[in-house]
């Protein structure tokens, strides 16, 4: 046999015969390796369904490293299968891995949006993995299906609290009530939070921890800037505010919150600039939208009095007067721009009237820190009833008489 160049080609292939045992002994493990290969390759790709059963049998002996793989394989294949995510949610609280346990009960509030207790099993966990706005949302998803859930309430009370949120705090406590007329526990609350408002000092450091464990909260950095700016911090809350801005862009409400801040700073021209962003049109004024507006008036009065423009200043108090009427310091602001235009009388019944306020409010407050109100008998109760109804709170006001009423009328 001859090759391309003519050259003799003396090699032989070799016969079956001709193969040493060392050669057949390789071609063997060779083949035995690609069977096992196979064998194995095959398992993983076409292996059976894992079942609920085998979880939980898994769990059950304690291994749960094979039951969470087990489970992550099962919601996989069955996606649509509320249990499978169940048991994945439940393997994560185990394992202390709140953010999955988050994800797995987001998957069961898609399949069941009506179970309520689903729901708030997903907002605790994220309330555990420290994502507090979404969490927020989450309370309010319960709310929107029960209003008077009584833990949803309490969990977005807190976190407006701590987040330094007052006036939500009081407006959302306020909407709680008019679903629940005569609630003692939504009375108390409000009371106590308009004379104990959250003290920067003491949520700091908690909001400073949930920023570390999970960054980038759009509420949690506002909150901390507002801590900062009430601690005097102006610094570090100009930095924050920025970083905001450039992170989350802006919107009405934090345009009104640095209108405030920057008119603090003596930089009235600054924050002139943040009143021309538009406030939004929404004609629900039981929320954040009438608060733009009363505090957008507000600001403008506070402008437009520095520039000594008391006419164009009083114009903007008295509409903010009338859209919130209680806030003490709208009418304070406007008694004074009355009295710079000479309008002496009507300047002096409203002083007459703030100065009735502050004693009001001084009562309510030494009533607070007394510590006995929740052994508080129906004399006390007509008392707050009717320093709420001299500060303007009529809401409140009608809400104390009404559960004096309850308590007292004759049993049926």
Not at 74 to 90: E, F, I, K, N, T
Not at 93 to 119: G, M, T
Not at 332 to 350: D, I, K, V, Y
Request: proline fraction near 4%.
């Amino acid at each position: 046999m001859s090759d391309f160049n003519g050259t003799r080609n003396d090699r032989i292939p070799a016969t079956s015969s001709s193969r040493s045992p060392l050669r057949r002994g390789r071609l063997m493990a060779g083949c035995g390796l690609l069977v096992l290969l196979l064998t194995v390759g095959g398992w993983y790709w076409f292996r059976p369904d894992v079942s609920v059963q085998a979880i939980e049998l898994a769990m059950k002996n304690g291994d749960l490293v094979a039951a969470k793989a087990m489970a992550e394989r099962y919601v996989q294949q069955s996606p649509d299968d509320l249990r499978g995510w169940m048991l994945q949610a439940d393997l994560a609280e185990l394992n202390k891995d709140f953010p999955k346990a988050a994800v797995a009960y987001s998957a069961v509030v898609q399949l069941r949006p009506d179970d309520i207790r689903i729901r708030h099993q997903y907002a605790k966990a994220l309330l555990q993995s420290s994502q507090f706005q979404l969490a927020e949302d989450a309370y309010r998803a319960i709310l929107d299906r029960k209003g008077t859930d009584e833990i949803a309430q309490t969990e977005i009370q807190w976190i407006l609290f701590h987040q330094q949120r007052d006036r939500e705090l009081e407006d959302f406590l306020e909407a709680c009530l008019k679903l629940e007329p005569g609630n003692s526990r939504l009375l108390f609350h409000l009371l106590v939070s308009s004379q104990k408002p959250a003290n920067p000092l003491e949520s700091l450091p908690l909001l400073e921890k949930i920023d570390a464990d999970c960054p980038s909260q759009r509420s949690i950095e506002l909150a901390v800037a507002e801590c900062a700016w009430r601690m005097g911090d102006l610094r570090r809350s100009r930095g924050l505010f920025n970083s905001i801005v450039q992170k989350h862009g802006l919107d009405a409400s934090l345009a009104l919150t640095l209108a405030e801040f920057e008119f603090e700073q003596t930089r009235p021209e600054v924050a002139k600039k943040y009143l021309d962003w538009p406030l939004d049109d929404s004609t629900d004024v039981s929320n954040a939208s009438q608060q733009q507006k009363d505090v957008w008036w507000w600001m403008k009065a506070q402008i437009a009095q520095s520039q000594r423009q008391f006419d164009v200043a009083l114009e903007a108090m008295t509409e903010a007067c009338r859209l919130r009427p209680r806030e003490l310091r709208y009418i304070h602001a406007r008694a004074s721009l009355l009295q710079l235009l000479g309008r002496s009388q009507e300047a002096t019944a409203l002083q007459a009237e703030v100065a009735q306020r502050r004693i009001a409010d001084r009562e309510l407050s030494r009533l607070v820190n007394g510590g006995n109100l929740h052994q508080a008998d129906i004399s006390v109760l007509m008392e707050i009833a009717r320093h709420c109804r001299t500060l303007g709170r009529t809401f409140q006001a009608d809400n104390w008489e009404l559960l004096i009423r309850q308590h007292t009328q004759p049993l049926q």
